[in-house]
């Protein structure tokens, strides 16, 4: 059975970090694309970043040279490194499998599997 | 970055048919996603690429895509289909940019 299961989120004042991980079972997590989405409170869906099976990493403008997304493969695990952590970073983080599509010659993603996710609160 | 628009609420009868739109101006020729997302839950994806379904989703769930809209569209409404819904695009010519709508909820009756 596929399944994700996040962990590391907590209450952090502002400026701290966190690191969250997500471990994953019934696949390699180096075999398919992998995101972490965030929801605030109250708020919807947020894509933060992503990293492809190739290694290449994503990020959404609001986190760029902040959070830093890798993998480690012998443990089956995703990383999300969270530094200099804002309070608007407060909310529960997801990860996220992704499943490739083709259209154009041109690859993109669906995410089929998702885990429960895990709340950081950013508050001094 | 590009906008995915959603009405916020969508109210219908049991039984009836639920439709939820996704518009935007630069969705043309991408692929469209919904996924269901319930209180406290993590999302699921209902529709994939415009109209695909996943296994394990019912039929009464389907997916539409015309120029620059998306259309979620939910027959034979239940109660147990009360949920945020949220369309997303891949944008896999633009630095693998990912954009969610931001989310219908639909309320049964």
């Known amino acids: 059975e596929v399944q994700l299961v996040e962990s590391g989120g907590g209450l952090v004042q502002p400026g701290g970090s966190l690191r969250l991980s997500c471990v994953v079972s019934?696949?390699?997590?180096?075999?398919?694309?992998m995101s972490w989405v965030r929801q605030a409170p109250g708020k919807g869906l947020e894509w933060v970043s992503g990293?492809?099976?190739?290694?290449?990493?994503y990020y959404t403008d609001s986190v760029k040279g902040r959070f830093t997304i890798s993998r480690q493969n012998r443990k089956h695990t995703l990383y999300f490194e969270m530094n200099t952590l804002r309070v608007e970073d407060t909310a529960v983080y997801y990860c996220?499998?992704?499943?490739?599509?083709?259209?154009?010659?041109?690859?993109?993603?669906?995410?089929?599997?998702w885990g429960k996710g895990t709340t950081v609160t950013v508050s001094s | 970055s590009d906008v995915l628009t959603q009405p916020p609420s969508v109210s219908v009868a049991p039984g009836q048919t639920a439709t939820i739109t996704c518009g935007g101006s630069?969705?043309?020729?991408?692929?469209v996603h919904w996924y269901q997302q319930k209180p406290g839950q993590a999302p699921v994806v209902v529709v994939y690429?415009?109209?695909d379904r996943p296994s394990g989703i019912p039929e009464r769930f389907s997916g539409s895509h015309s120029g620059n809209t998306a259309t979620l569209t939910i027959s034979r409404v239940e109660a147990g289909d009360e949920a945020d819904y949220y369309c997303?695009?891949?944008?896999?010519?633009?630095?693998?940019?990912?954009?969610f709508g931001g989310g219908t909820k639909l309320t049964v009756l």
């Open positions: 690429d415009d109209s």
């Open positions: 990293i492809h099976s190739g290694g290449k990493t």
């Open positions: 019934g696949f390699f997590v180096s075999s398919d694309y």
């Open positions: 997303q695009v891949w944008y896999s010519s633009s630095d693998q940019g990912v954009v």
């Open positions: 996220a499998r992704g499943r490739p599509l083709e259209r154009r010659g041109q690859q993109f993603y669906y995410m089929d599997v």
């Open positions: 630069t969705i043309g020729g991408e692929g």
